[in-house]
């Protein structure tokens, strides 16, 4: 069966990141709208980003989500690990090597590992 792609997925684990960006409401939103203009995709709606997990060291921290308009962009951060998790779901092609790199540089990681998958 020869089939069309639906969509596209970049999940990127950033270790060893920079806590003042992982910290900061404003650099994460900043983060996601840089994100959005570099990768071409159009929010839909404003990013939500919230604070939690207070309850254990290792779960807390911020996670957003931000709508675009062929999917989402989704990030969790946990602070205890310095570890950022990201995933860039599209139904639209993108380039997943600026996103990659734009990513690891924004959060000042020292090792990424990343997986593109075909959906």
Same mark, same amino acid.
């Not at 792609?5 to 684990?13: M, R, T, Y």
């Given at each position: %069966?020869?089939? /069309?792609?639906?969509?596209?997925?970049?999940?990127?684990?950033?270790?060893?990141?920079?806590? @003042?960006? %992982?910290?900061?409401?404003?650099?994460? =939103?900043? *983060?996601? @709208?840089?994100?959005?203009?570099?990768?071409?995709?159009?929010? *839909?709606?404003?990013?939500?980003?919230?604070?939690?997990?207070?309850? /254990?060291?290792? =779960?807390?921290?911020?996670?957003?989500?931000?709508?675009?308009? =062929?999917?989402?962009? &989704?990030?969790?951060?946990?602070?205890?690990?310095?570890?950022?998790?990201?995933?860039?779901?599209?139904?639209?092609?993108?380039?997943?090597?600026? $996103?990659?790199?734009? &990513?690891?540089?924004?959060?000042? $990681?020292?090792?990424?590992?990343?997986?593109?998958?075909?959906?």
């Amino acid at each position: %069966m020869n089939k /069309k792609a639906f969509g596209w997925e970049l999940v990127l684990d950033l270790y060893e990141c920079d806590l @003042d960006v %992982m910290l900061s409401k404003e650099k994460l =939103t900043e *983060y996601i @709208d840089k994100l959005c203009k570099i990768i071409k995709m159009k929010k *839909y709606g404003k990013t939500l980003l919230e604070y939690f997990g207070l309850q /254990k060291s290792q =779960t807390k921290g911020y996670s957003l989500l931000q709508f675009v308009e =062929t999917s989402s962009i &989704t990030g969790h951060f946990s602070e205890h690990w310095r570890i950022s998790y990201i995933n860039i779901f599209s139904c639209k092609p993108f380039d997943q090597q600026k $996103a990659k790199d734009f &990513t690891k540089k924004f959060f000042n $990681a020292k090792k990424v590992k990343s997986r593109f998958i075909v959906r």
